[in-house]
């Protein structure tokens, strides 16, 4: 049995390793004869097609692009370059640095607007030597209060803080510090 296995297998070997054999001779006997027809249909490019080929492909080129671009006039104001906004200054520090505070009751603005109850990011405006505290939710200011430099800190122990205080059933206080002041506000209640 093993005679005749290494027999199938010496002539499956022996057969593989001649060569093949191909039909069409005059391909592998003149395989120069190829590159010469092929070298003999090349012609020297002129500078105006050259030119026209890349101004094909530019035109090309700016249709994607234009086809990518965004439709229609952009919404809002328009900044120009290397001006800031007048409260650029406030996006500066991270929204993580501003203390927050959470306004239970419904309050009355020195102006009769109303501050709804919710969470309110609270940020000090120093304008024309006053002082004011913006009430931001989101990047809307919701308000604008009033308020007086005291330099009191009330023992907080943090160097960024506001809270609120309350003074009797009428009105609440707000304090506020940061580096550059410590100011106090009063408002008003909605009975």
Known sequence: MKRILSLTFFICLATLSFPAMADDGDFWDEPMKIDSEAKSQQKAVTDQEFEKVMKFFEKKKKKKEEKNKPKGAPIGPQMQENIQPADANSFKVTYEEY???????TLINYDYNEITPGFYRILSVKKDSKYYLNFYQGNSLIAKVPAINTGNDH???SLNYAKIIPVNDKFMDIIYGDIDCNIEARIEIKQ
């Open 155 to 157: 023992n907080q122990k």
């Open 99 to 105: 203390p927050t505070i959470m306004i239970p009751v």
